[in-house]
Each structure stands twice: as structure tokens, then as C-alpha cells.
């Protein structure tokens, strides 16, 4: 029998393990409540970092869904104490650093074959028409594979009206879009699975990958599910909080996964947070899935999903 392939669906890479070390600090995992057990990661998230541990977990590739974050959250930019108004003008002088970012990740992708890249885009550091051309570039340029957001740390709506025209692009160009999902802190409800729904509904077409089966909020993803076939999902961090207040139970974790359609569900660790290795042995321990589901999970739906 042939080991099943394994594809990590969700990491993040940073240019230093220095910046990586700032990002896993500077992040704060609170939604779940409390659990004292939690096994982070000892990696930074550098590129020797990313490739060892992709080694580690026999895993053939690793999706690198990119946010460029020395340019928004490492920057303080997004301090949560600061009005929009002061964020939008701070940002807008960074469409250049940004882009670079984006142009870094998708470097290191073709010196590396086993790196997938995804790459960020931010309506408050570009405009509209400035994204939809960097995507386009980032393509065919650069090899860029699906576009990757954070609506909770970036604050904006998927279906913002700024945000509409780039999901076009996406489905013309065929690329997979990958979405934190999860509650926030404060009314906006960003990235609550509900809050997909327009965007979901609006492009049929447009695979949406639900990063985290909803976090916090995993609890209204079965229906989100059951409603737009193009919605998909990945359960990095979720799977490690198994058992925390606002968790899922391991059990009901395998049973959402079982009800939403395991064929729709892939393997994320959200690497340097968490080890792949170890997300795989958490997958394995899950109950009601069989082997085979998980097999499929490890890899092949990715290969599926995400066009790899
Ligand atoms: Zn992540």
C-alpha cells in the first residue's frame, strides 16, 4: 500500500524568526477559552523552519496562506485603539511594502517546490483596481495560487463592496480563496461563518476555504455548510482546542466534520502555531472518521480543493 499523500492546507511563513517569534506573540488565541494542555509549536516559522518541519510530517507540500503582516498587524497599524480613519491613511503608504511581501512569499514558493503560495490582499492598503492588478501579476508572474484574508485582523466584510470585484477576479482566474474564519471581539462580527454568506452565495463558483471550521463560532458552520457547496474548510487550531469551553469536544469535532462532508473538510496545522506533525497524529485520534476519510482528509482533498 502507498502512504497516503500529506498536504498541510494552512501555514504561515515569515522572512525572520525574529518576525515569526513577533507574530506568534503578538496573536492572541482567545476565543475558545481557557485550556492548559495546548502544544504550541517551538518553530519560529522562517523558511528552514517551514521546510523542516514539512520534512518532519512526511508531507509533500504546504499551502502558505501569506497575510503580509510586517506591513498591517506587526507594524501596530492595526492597533485596536485607533479610529479607521487614522488606519486607512497609515496604510495607504504601504501598497508598495506589501506587495513586495506578497512577491516574497511567491519567491520563496519557486525555489522551493513544496511551498504553495497564497497571497494577501488588503482593501485598506490598495484600492480596488490596485489589487485586482497586483493578483493578476501575482499570477502570472509569480505563480501565485489563491488569495488568502483575515477579515477579523483586517476588518472588512467578505462582501464588502471594495472586496466584490477581486472575487471575480478569482473565479476568472480560477483561484481558491482561504478566510480566517472565527467570532470577534466587539459587534463587528467579521468572520463569524454566517457573515460568509453573501460572498458565498454572491459567486457560486469561488471555492471559500472556512479556515478553522469557524473557531469559536464552529457552531454555525453546519448550516453554512449545508447551504453553499462551495464553501470548504480547514481545521487548523480548532483541532488543538479540543475540549476548551468554546471548543468543540473531539467528538463533536469528528461529527461536524462527519455532517458537513469529510470530502470538504482538509489538514491545516497554522504552522508556526502549531506542529504538522502533531495535527496529523490529532487528526488520526479522532473518533467515527475511517481511515480512508482520513486519508482523504491528510491530503487528497486538497489536491482537490485547492487545485494543488
Ligand atoms: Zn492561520
Redesign the pocket.
Known sequence: MNEPRIIDA?I?LYQSKEQGLLAKEGYEIWEYGTKDDIRFSAYSGDVEDALKAIEEAGASSAVV?HIPEEVTSLSGVMDKTQNEQTIRERLAGMGEMYKASNVWVCEVAQKHPQIVPFIGVDPWVLSTSEMEVHVREMVDRYGARGVKV?PVEQRFYMHDERMMPIWRTCVELGLPVMA?SGPARGDEQYAEPRAFAPVLGAFPQLPIVL?HMGGGAWRQLLEVAKTYPNSYFDF??IIEWTGAPNAPTDYELANLIQNVGPERVMMGS?FP?YDIDHTVERLMELPLLSKMQKEEILGANAVRILNI
Open positions: 494552512h504561515h496562506v483575515h480566517h479556515a487548523c487550531e497554522d502555531w
